[in-house]
């Protein structure tokens, strides 16, 4: 699995959206700690809070299956701009960031693609202390 495949499968979520409110297709693909690839897209609802974004969908997804580690996510919209994850997806990467690192962030518009890290994106992420 390459930065190539994992923008693919990203993109290829993306068709898939299920978007009719706002119109706004995304698709994310997620990296996981065993080498497999996961994605998701946003899927809406007629009730607009219970839409969900295409990165947790990716994450639940690879969570489900057994996956605890998120080494990295392409996140993949159709428009010329990249778009970044919101506040609540930031936190819900940070959840299974490496524990010894950080998780690559591929950013992948209609027009290229731009890296970021997880921990620029959401520093001093939330973590039960005791
Ligand atoms: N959306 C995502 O899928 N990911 C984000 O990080 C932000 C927003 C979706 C939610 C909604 O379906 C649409 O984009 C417009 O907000």
Known sequence: MDEKDLIDAARSAMRKA??????????????AGSGKVYVGCNVENASYGLSICAERAAVFNAVGSGEREIQAVAIAVSTGEVA???GACRQVLAE??????????????????????????LPNAFRLTE
């Open 18 to 31: 299920y978007a009719p409110y706002s119109k706004f297709l995304v698709g994310a693909s997620v990296l």
């Open 84 to 86: 970044f994850p919101c």
């Open 96 to 121: 299974f960031a490496p524990k010894d690192g950080d998780t690559r962030i591929y950013l992948v518009s209609g027009q290229g693609v731009e890296e970021h890290s997880l921990a620029s994106l």
